[in-house]
């Protein structure tokens, strides 16, 4: 075999070879791929489930308020309570509110014997953590 001969046949053997490695290489990465695409349905489902149980206990803290109801009561105490602030209340004083020592509670109006915690309604938007209204 010529020296010709010799040098085609290892540059095809080169190319298969690195074909070979490249489309392991492409495999690798199409299989990276799908998992990221599974991580992420994944992370879709779990925000998913956070947003609806947060969505549950703010329903839960209005009587059962959901849909524009929900956003309307949510939004008239943001807006309340952001007044409040900027008038230079502190959230303590906000809260002292709502108290009330004629057995009403004035968020709910139920009587305070009906089987609520004194406290159950009262600040209601520590629900939030930090209670922070202003911008």
Same mark, same amino acid.
């Given at each position: 075999?010529?020296?010709?001969? =010799?040098?085609? #046949? %290892?540059?095809?053997?080169? #190319?298969i070879?690195?074909?070979? #490695? *490249?489309?392991?290489?492409?495999?690798?990465?199409?299989?990276?791929? /799908?998992?990221?695409?599974?991580?992420?349905?994944?992370?879709? /489902? $779990?925000?998913?489930?956070? /947003? *609806?149980?947060?969505?549950? /206990?703010?329903?839960q *803290?209005?009587?059962?308020?959901?849909?524009?109801?929900?956003?309307?009561? $949510?939004?008239?105490?943001?807006? *309340?309570?952001?007044?409040?602030?900027?008038?230079?209340?502190?959230?303590?004083?906000?809260?002292?509110?709502?108290?009330?020592?004629?057995? #009403?509670?004035?968020?709910?109006?139920?009587?305070?014997?009906?089987?609520? %915690?004194?406290?159950?309604f009262?600040?209601?938007?520590?629900?939030?953590?930090?209670?922070?209204? =202003?911008?």
């Open positions: 075999m010529s020296k010709k001969a =010799k040098a085609e #046949v %290892a540059d095809e053997s080169a #190319v070879i690195t074909d070979a #490695v *490249l489309a392991e290489n492409q495999a690798k990465l199409d299989s990276y791929e /799908k998992s990221i695409k599974a991580a992420q349905e994944r992370r879709r /489902k $779990v925000i998913i489930e956070s /947003k *609806l149980y947060t969505y549950d /206990k703010l329903s *803290l209005y009587g059962g308020a959901e849909g524009q109801a929900l956003l309307d009561a $949510v939004t008239a105490e943001h807006t *309340l309570i952001g007044k409040l602030t900027d008038s230079g209340m502190s959230y303590a004083d906000i809260e002292g509110l709502v108290d009330s020592s004629d057995g #009403v509670d004035s968020k709910s109006g139920d009587d305070a014997d009906s089987g609520y %915690a004194d406290d159950e009262v600040g209601q938007t520590s629900f939030f953590g930090d209670n922070s209204y =202003k911008d």
